[in-house]
């Protein structure tokens, strides 16, 4: 009979934010894979768990992910844990679930706490709909396409960033998406918890007389309608009503449909169209 895998959600900061659940599941299991081992043992020696240990991080995810199922498919449970709060969100566990879904080993997790969700509930934005970043790439030009991506994201964004990179990321963020409200979040759950409501303008201000510390949780407001609309009208303004009429009927849009569509996008309405491509002729 196969083991198990166990996604454990641990603290992020606050031990009392660890659920039974979890603490009973670490203390049956065979083997707990962690992300720093070290960092974990001060959380396992609180909670008097002795279950043994085993590095799993970003540099081995993949080799140690293979041997960790060989101990699965020999009966052994695992259980994952991060450094602090959800196993593999923004973290390298996604390859082992990947690998153990694979290989047909029952995956299951035991949720806890997320810095993301926390922080979002935080932010005072909208929480309905929201898009997670987690880090941004250090590759320049998967970096830039992602962030142009971004610039056209309506929904709440969260990313996830390291103090000595924060500022670089505030910069490429006001290049990218301009002046949005932003909520900074930082030792969240702890006795110091902070959280602040600013602007992405703002923040790089912020950090020009007061040194980042700690990780950061960035909420950032996704564009309004009312800006997405004005930035497609005045793009429209760019080209002819001809050229515009062109790319809808290039589409097989018949006339008046595309005049209509063209109206819209441009603000006018169908009748100055119509006038305007009387006047061309």
């Known amino acids: 009979m196969t083991g198990k895998l166990y996604l454990c959600a641990t603290p992020i900061g606050n031990l009392k934010d660890m659920t039974p659940r979890v603490v009973e599941t670490l203390q049956m299991v065979d083997l707990i894979a962690a992300e720093d081992t070290r960092n974990s043992i001060r959380l396992l020696n609180h909670f008097d768990i002795h279950t043994p240990m085993t590095s799993y991080h970003e540099y081995n995810k993949v080799e140690k992910a293979v041997t960790l199922i060989e101990q699965m498919n020999k009966g052994k449970n695992v259980a994952l844990i991060t450094d602090a709060g959800t196993p593999a969100i923004s973290d390298p566990g996604e390859v082992l679930v990947q690998k153990c879904r694979e290989a047909g080993i029952v995956v299951t997790s035991l949720p806890g706490a997320a810095a993301c969700i926390t922080a979002l509930t935080l932010s005072g934005f909208s929480t309905r709909r929201f898009c997670f970043e987690g880090f941004l790439p250090a590759d320049k030009k998967e970096k830039r396409a992602i962030l142009e991506d971004l610039q056209k994201e309506s929904r709440?964004?969260?990313?996830?960033?390291?103090?000595?990179?924060?500022?670089?990321?505030?910069?490429?963020?006001?290049?990218?998406?301009?002046?949005?409200?932003?909520?900074?979040?930082?030792?969240?759950?702890?006795?110091?918890?902070?959280?602040?409501?600013?602007?992405?303008?703002?923040?790089?201000?912020?950090?020009?007389?007061?040194?980042?510390?700690?990780?950061y949780v960035l909420v950032v407001e996704g564009k309004s309608l009312c800006d997405f609309q004005r930035e497609q009208e005045q793009s429209w303004q760019e080209i002819t009503i001809e050229a515009h009429m062109q790319q809808y009927e290039s589409q097989g849009m018949d006339h008046k449909e595309a005049m209509k569509r063209v109206a819209k996008d441009r603000g006018i309405s169908k009748r100055e169209v119509y006038q305007y491509l009387l006047q061309q002729k």
């Open 156 to 215: 709440t964004i969260i990313l996830y960033e390291a103090p000595h990179h924060l500022v670089r990321t505030l910069e490429v963020l006001y290049e990218a998406l301009g002046e949005r409200r932003l909520t900074l979040c930082r030792e969240l759950t702890k006795k110091f918890e902070e959280v602040v409501s600013t602007t992405l303008y703002e923040a790089r201000a912020l950090f020009e007389t007061q040194e980042p510390r700690g990780e």
